[in-house]
């Protein structure tokens, strides 16, 4: 999501005449757009920060902004600012339009801009956004989010869930669609409890794959306690709605299900997978999964192995977990020491990769539409319906929909040529 954020934030730039510099070394304004949602995306902006002010010492006009979720926090705000004075500009999450202006105004008065000012307006009309995916375009649908998982900083950084107008993703989709991309992602917190007054998440499926042209649309996140049979029906029958679902379970345990707030157990979560694969046999799954929230045991920790076996996910991002100041579970009881967390992750980690082989396997010989959104001298990348990722030799142009043969798996990787 911050990708897309970033893109907007090219745009905003290009809008007053901006222009993206070929390197570091050479720009005049820099912004780094930070993430908080876990610790290792803070420290690698401090880490950035370093070089930028070796930069700075070097070009004593470089404009330095930071701008993001780490900074929408007042007191990391603050601190950043202690520690690096040499930065120009320090915004949230909310006023990420108005950024060039600020850095303007920092240059030609020479002050120091802060503002975190919270701005839960949804601006009208289609984003303008500088997407350098020629295939591909993110979609934004919604902001915020309402949900409150104990474990997730989200909810206090970008505030509550607000939904943009269906008519003006509407026009966005067609526009991209119009300029040729074939994969439209929407985005948003929680997808599934989109709704602009009139159109819920359905509704608004069901317009945008109405669309004329060739294109297939992917969406996240979906949240498994708001993710409707209504929705799973009509992803199986709209041939523009791609065969995907990222669905996070974060734990296989009902019991830390309930300590992170979830508000779904493994026994729904189950009944929603067993529809998907009921109605789409072929359907990809993808999943979230926290390992080490507080208190999680051993037998807990089994029950996420026995979940990821019982599902068979395309692919699994694990996160340890990461305490977060100012959540509920950064002050719970029985924080998981860090090499048990270590030891846990590995052991996931290793487990998926037995189920990705063998299903990478399975594609073998297979024929699939797919999408190349990449190509480097007569070899492409390309991506599936169900979001499998096949390299591939042969006639094909970037951007364009392709049938590929599978003709072998290296581990999980799939490797095939054009049909
Ligand atoms: N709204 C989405 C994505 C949230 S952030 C959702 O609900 O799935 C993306 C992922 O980061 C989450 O799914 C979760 O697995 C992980 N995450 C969030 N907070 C975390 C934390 N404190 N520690 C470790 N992982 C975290
Ligand atoms: Fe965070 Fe939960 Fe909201 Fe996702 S749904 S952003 S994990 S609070």
Request: glycine share 6%; with cysteine; net charge neutral.
């Amino acid at each position: 999501m911050n990708v897309h954020e970033s893109e907007k934030l090219y745009a905003s730039f290009a809008a007053r005449g901006t222009v993206p510099a070929e390197c570091a070394e050479e720009a005049n304004v820099i912004v780094l757009n930070t993430c908080c949602v876990r610790e290792g995306a803070e420290t690698r902006v401090i880490g950035n920060l370093g070089y930028v002010k070796k930069l700075k010492e070097r070009n004593k006009s470089l404009i330095v902004a930071v701008c993001g979720c780490m900074t929408q926090q007042a007191d990391v705000a603050e601190k950043l600012h202690k520690r690096c004075p040499f930065v120009n500009v320090i915004t949230g999450t909310y006023k990420l339009s108005r950024l060039p202006e600020m850095t303007e105004k920092a240059e030609k008065e020479g002050i120091f801009i802060l503002d975190l000012e919270k701005d839960e307006s949804v601006p009208r009309g289609a984003n303008e956004a500088m997407r350098r995916t020629p295939a591909s375009a993110f979609v934004n649908i919604m902001y915020g989010c309402n949900n409150f998982c104990t474990y997730c900083i989200v909810p206090y950084v970008k505030g509550r869930e607000r939904s943009r107008n269906a008519a003006d993703i509407e026009c966005e989709v067609r526009r991209l669609i119009d300029e040729g991309r074939r994969e439209i992602v929407l985005l948003g917190q929680n997808v599934n409890s989109y709704n602009d007054g009139d159109t819920d998440f359905r509704g608004l499926l069901d317009r945008l794959s109405s669309l004329p042209g060739d294109y297939w649309i992917k969406f996240m996140t979906s949240h498994p306690k708001d993710l409707s049979d209504d929705v799973i029906k009509i992803i199986a029958e709209r041939p523009a709605l791609a065969k995907y679902i990222h669905l996070p379970l974060q734990s296989g345990s009902d019991r830390i299900l309930a300590l992170m707030n979830r508000k779904y157990d493994i026994t729904s979560y189950m009944r929603k997978i067993d529809l998907i694969r009921e109605l789409m046999p072929e359907a990809g799954l993808t999943s979230d999964i926290i390992i080490g929230f507080p208190t999680e045991t051993e037998e807990d920790y089994e029950a996420t192995e026995n979940a990821v076996r019982r599902v068979g996910y395309n692919n699994l991002f694990t996160f340890i977990y990461s305490k977060r100041t100012g959540t509920p579970a950064a002050v719970m009881d029985g924080q998981v020491p860090e090499p048990v967390k270590k030891e846990r992750i590995a052991r996931l980690i290793d487990i998926q990769a037995g189920i990705a082989n063998a299903a990478a396997k399975k594609c073998v010989g297979k024929t699939y539409r797919v999408l190349c959104d990449d190509s480097d001298g007569g070899r492409h990348t390309g991506k599936t319906s169900d979001d499998r990722v096949i390299v591939f030799d042969g006639e094909a142009r970037t951007g364009e929909f392709t049938d590929v043969i599978v003709t072998h798996a290296k581990n999980s990787k799939l490797y095939g040529k054009v049909k």
